[in-house]
């Protein structure tokens, strides 16, 4: 079983416990990794890839703390995609 499966069998088991579950997929973030990792030229080609460009990490700290705060009560089983529109669902 794949990870949106187990999500939603670990949505459907916590909620009647008032648990909800929830996955953030995140896409390609610029950090000093990947610079250091492919240079700076190719982080820019990779950038020019994604709609938005490369997200930050702290893109994807925010989308956690939305799931996890008062507008992410009554989402549960759901994949939040944050990769700047690389990948549609």
């Known amino acids: 079983m794949g990870s949106e499966g187990g999500n939603k069998t670990l949505a459907l088991t916590g909620a009647p416990l008032g648990i909800t579950v929830n996955t953030v997929a995140p896409g390609i973030m610029e950090t000093e990794l990947l610079v ?53 669902r």
């Open 36 to 88: 250091n990792t492919h240079g700076k030229e190719e982080v820019a080609r990779l950038a020019a890839t994604v709609p938005l460009g490369l997200g930050k990490p702290h893109d994807v700290a925010l989308a956690v703390a939305f799931l996890c705060g008062e507008g992410g009560r009554y989402i549960t089983g759901a994949t939040l995609d944050v990769n700047g529109g690389m990948y549609m």
